[in-house]
C-alpha cells in the first residue's frame, strides 16, 4: 500500500487533476499541512476522512524536525495497511511541505512505499493569470524572495514567497527588471490580483509571487509562419 503526494493545484478545486481527484477518493485517510490545502480537498473527499497533523508555527529547526518525525510515524503505519494521501498546494515537488515528510519517512520508515501525483504548478499557472508567454527559446529560473529579498541574475524569473513587495520591488528595479504580482492567482479563498504596482500587494500575504524580466531584454518572437518556414528549410522568398 502506499502513501501518495497529491499536488492540488493553485487553490481552486476544478483545478485537481483527474488522477489526483481518483487517488483522493479510495484513500483511506487524506492528510493536509494546511487550512487551504484542506479546503480544496474537502471539496474532493468528506471532512471524516480528513486526517490532522500537527506542525508548529515556528521556524526552530529541531522543533520542526521533531514536527516531521512526529507526523511521519501517524502516517506510516496508515500508509502500510492502505493507501493514504498528503496533499499540497501546487505540485508536490515544487517548494513544497511534502519534501519534508518524504525525506523523514525515508530516514525512519524506509519500508514505506511512495508515489507522487503532480499538479498545476504556481510555476506554470502564473503564466496564464499574468498573460506571459514563455516562448521557445527563452530561460526561465524559479527563485525565493522572502522577507524583502531580491534575487538578481537571470533574464526571467518566478519569485515565490514575495512577502514584503515594496522591499523586494525597490532591489528588482535598481537592477533593471519590469516586475508583475499575482496574488492567490486560481485560488477559491480571496480575491486574486494581478498588478505591477507593489503598493497593491503591499501587505502580508504568503500566496503572493512575482514575475521579474529585464527591462532591456532583447525579445525575438518569430511568427508560426516563420517558424514553419525554418522547420522546413525554406529561408528566403517572400
Ligand atoms: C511553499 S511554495 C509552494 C509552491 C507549490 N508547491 C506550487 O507548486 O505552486 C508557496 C509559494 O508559492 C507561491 N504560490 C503558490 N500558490 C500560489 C497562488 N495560487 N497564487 C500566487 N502565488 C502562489 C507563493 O509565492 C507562495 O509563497
Not at 479510495?26 to 474532493?44: F, K, M, N, Q
Not at 486526517?51 to 503505519?77: I, S, Y
Amino acid at each position: 500500500m502506499t502513501l501518495y503526494g497529491v499536488g492540488l493545484g493553485p487553490g481552486e478545486a476544478d483545478l485537481v487533476t483527474v488522477r489526483g481527484q481518483r487517488v483522493l477518493e479510495r484513500a483511506d485517510v487524506v492528510y493536509s499541512p494546511g487550512r487551504l490545502s484542506r479546503s480544496v480537498a474537502t471539496e474532493h473527499v468528506p471532512e471524516s476522512r480528513i486526517g490532522d497533523l500537527d506542525f508548529p508555527m515556528t521556524r526552530d529547526p529541531e522543533a520542526l524536525r521533531e514536527a516531521w518525525r512526529e507526523a511521519a510515524a501517524e502516517v506510516a503505519p496508515r500508509a502500510r495497511s492502505g493507501d493514504v494521501a498528503f496533499v499540497t498546494l501546487g505540485d508536490p515537488n515544487v517548494y513544497s511541505t511534502f519534501g519534508h515528510l518524504r525525506r523523514t519517512l525515508d530516514a525512519f520508515h524506509p519500508d514505506v512505499d511512495v508515489a507522487v501525483v503532480p499538479g498545476v504548478s504556481a510555476v506554470t499557472a502564473f503564466a496564464t493569470a499574468l498573460g506571459v508567454e514563455v516562448d521557445a527559446g527563452a530561460g526561465l529560473a524559479l527563485r525565493e524572495a522572502a522577507d524583502g529579498k531580491s534575487p538578481t541574475g537571470p533574464d526571467r524569473m518566478v519569485l515565490f514567497k514575495v512577502t514584503d513587495a515594496p522591499a523586494t520591488h525597490d532591489g528588482l528595479v535598481d537592477a533593471g527588471y519590469d516586475v508583475t504580482y499575482g496574488r492567490r492567482l486560481f485560488m477559491e479563498q480571496g480575491d486574486e490580483r494581478v498588478t505591477t504596482d507593489p503598493a497593491d500587494v503591499a501587505d502580508r500575504d504568503y500566496y503572493t509571487l512575482a514575475y521579474a524580466e529585464r527591462a532591456d531584454l532583447q525579445k525575438d518572437r518569430p511568427t508560426a509562419f516563420e517558424d514553419a518556414r525554418e522547420d522546413t528549410g525554406v529561408v528566403g522568398g517572400d
